[in-house]
């Protein structure tokens, strides 16, 4: 299989996470594409010019990170990461979406930030932080809830991983410190530790 991905993605780091738990990140070829300087490289692969997408042994193209993620854990990992029916199934979701959902306004928050400073909006920018505490406060209330490592953890611990690194408020630890405590203690599990972000 080959994975087009981008290097700091937290999406593809969901999923190469999974691909570790699923015994399966050895089958996986990584080839990195800079998806705004190189589109024709992801395209033809996916028509939204988005990473990470897998292909399959067969050619067959699978795209999202949600999607992909679900595929490792249902095709290798024995669904051990999200079950296949039932109430657990639907709250793993949840909270996968909640995940990244908080990612998505990150990502919003770099790319406005990242524009000439005459066209940002700094409303834009707040709108989006207040989507970025609201998450991480719900997930702080929530630590206690906190079982075995499921797809929705996997991608609170992605995003937990990305967020301070390009938004500098999410640096400051100290409003979340049981989910940072968390943060740190899945972050030396394998699958973690083997795919930390290097900027």
């Known amino acids: 299989m080959e994975l087009k991905f981008g290097a700091v993605s937290p999406y593809a780091r969901k999923v190469m996470v999974v691909a570790h738990e699923a015994g399966v990140a050895h089958r996986i070829r990584l080839t990195p594409v800079n998806t705004r300087e190189e589109p024709q490289a992801i395209l033809p692969v996916n028509p939204l010019g988005k ?3 897998l292909i399959l042994d067969d050619g067959t193209a699978i795209y999202d990170s949600p999607v992909i993620c679900e595929y490792l854990d249902a095709e290798f990992g024995g669904h051990r990461l999200l079950a296949a029916s039932g ?3 639907w709250r793993t979701l949840t909270r996968a979406a909640l995940a990244d959902g908080a990612l998505d306004a990150g990502l919003l928050v770099r790319w406005e930030r990242l524009r000439p400073a005459e066209l940002r909006s700094s409303d834009w920018i707040a709108t989006q932080l207040g ?3 609201a998450a991480l406060d719900r997930l702080e209330s929530e630590v206690e809830t906190f079982g075995p490592l499921d797809l929705g953890l996997v991608g609170v611990g992605c995003a ?11 640096a400051e630890r100290a409003r979340w410190p049981r989910l940072f405590g968390w943060f740190d203690a899945i972050g030396t599990r394998p699958s973690f530790s083997k795919t930390a972000p290097v900027l």
């Open 131 to 133: 989507k970025i505490y």
């Open 87 to 89: 109430a657990e199934r």
């Open 160 to 170: 937990l991983g990305y967020l301070p690194l390009r938004v500098p408020e999410i």
């Open 51 to 53: 990473i990470p997408a």
